[in-house]
């Protein structure tokens, strides 16, 4: 492995745009789902990356306090290629378990098992996203998994990948269900793998149709409460035959999981 110092950081500067609790729907849903959850209770002394968590370390802050809820002695290093951003955020560190450093896709010489990556790649084009993924999935240990997507600057919308070595695996939809128009609304922040594909002839343009058509059809439970709503909206996305991954209570949250075959692109 390339000694730390020389290696170069890898990747393009985000805007850096951050607030308190804008990731906490990716950042419950790394704590509680089963691949994430088994990788950080089966590593040892397990390592996870925030790449690229921006002008405030908040969001990383905020990350490791979920993932002692799965593993207590889980480190967390938090990414960014700006040196001045990386010197900002050095007053939240808690070395060993919480620490900041300057690197990109290359993880600064690092071996984590859990990779989070959110806002980074939407000023990338769609056929640099593979070769990023790749990059990162490279980088690190065995059985790695990558968790890249996009929110809203306040986390009411939020949509990730979940990302193995073997490719992607699955897409989550994740949304504030109080005052929701229609589910068709987060795609405007769908993955950079998928924001462009959102338009006749491909898969996840097909899903957010059938959302939007299932959501209208339970608009009869809104009497009971918008989450009712959501249950029998995803209820009758699953009865038209799209694979519907997750448990009752992650649904309930406003989540949707659907393997990553039924919306790659076409």
């Not at 990162?136 to 306040?154: K, Q």
């Not at 959302?211 to 009712?228: E, I, K, M, N, S």
Request: charged fraction near 20%; charge should be positive; include cysteine.
């Amino acid at each position: 492995m390339a000694h730390r110092s020389k290696l170069t950081p890898v990747g393009a500067p985000t805007r850096g745009t951050t607030n308190p609790n804008r990731l906490r729907r990716v950042d419950r849903w790394i704590a509680s789902a089963p691949a994430t959850s088994r990788l950080l209770r089966a590593a040892d002394a397990p390592l996870v990356v925030d790449l690229g968590y921006g002008a405030s370390p908040v969001t990383t802050v905020e990350l490791a306090r979920w993932l002692r809820r799965v593993r207590p002695d889980v480190r967390v290093l938090g990414l960014e290629l700006d040196p001045v951003r990386v010197a900002v955020a050095q007053p939240a560190a808690v070395p060993p378990w919480l620490e900041f450093r300057r690197g990109g896709f290359e993880l600064a010489g690092t071996r984590p098992v859990l990779v989070r990556a959110f806002n980074v790649l939407r000023q990338y084009q769609e056929d640099e996203v593979a070769g990023a993924w790749a990059l990162v999935l490279g980088s690190m240990a065995p059985g790695g998994l990558l968790v890249e997507g996009t929110c809203d600057e306040i986390g009411r919308l939020s949509t990730w990948v979940l990302v193995s070595a073997s490719g992607p695996l699955s897409l989550t939809l994740s949304m504030r269900l109080a005052g929701l128009d229609r589910p068709s609304t987060v795609a405007e922040r769908l993955p950079k793998a998928l924001i462009h594909r959102n338009v006749p002839g491909e898969r996840v343009h097909a899903l957010l149709t059938a959302l939007d058509t299932c959501w209208a059809t339970a608009a009869p439970h809104q009497a009971f409460g918008v989450r009712f709503r959501w249950l029998e909206t995803v209820r009758l996305l699953a009865a038209r035959g799209w694979p519907v991954l997750g448990p009752p209570s992650r649904i309930r949250l406003g989540e949707l999981t659907v393997p990553w075959a039924s919306v790659a692109p076409a």
